[in-house]
């Protein structure tokens, strides 16, 4: 059963924006850290962005200004708003959450930025 639902990837031009969505299910309990990865061609996984207990917020430098992410506890889902795209930022995007017990990944959906 898919755990983490993800949308809201595609092809943008440069200075586009996207909004990538990511639900976690009801089965996932007392999360404490939820948010976003991502992977480039011939890259590691890095953090983008997540929340973490607290409401504290965690982002990659390269993000800083221009990405933002928010949620909407009531049902169980986060958000990345994306301004300001990069070629760069062309990579697979992963939800993420973590509780205690376990860690969920995401299906991932492709965020592509060109001309």
């Known amino acids: 059963q898919v755990q983490l639902v993800e949308s809201g990837g595609g092809l943008v031009q440069p200075g586009g924006s996207l909004r990538l969505s990511c639900a976690a299910s009801?089965?996932?309990?007392?999360?404490?850290?939820m948010g976003w990865y991502r992977q480039a061609p011939g890259k590691g996984r890095e953090l983008v962005a997540t929340?973490?207990?607290?409401?504290?917020?965690n982002y990659l430098d390269s993000v800083k200004g221009r990405f933002t992410i928010s949620r909407d506890n009531a049902k169980n889902t986060v958000y990345l708003q994306m301004n300001s795209l990069k070629p760069e930022d062309t990579a697979v995007y992963y939800c993420?959450?973590?509780?205690?017990?376990?860690?969920?990944w995401g299906q991932g959906t492709q965020v592509t930025v060109s001309s």
């Open positions: 993420y959450a973590r509780t205690v017990e376990s860690q969920y």
């Open positions: 009801r089965s996932i309990f007392n999360i404490n850290t």
């Open positions: 929340f973490t207990s607290g409401s504290l917020t």
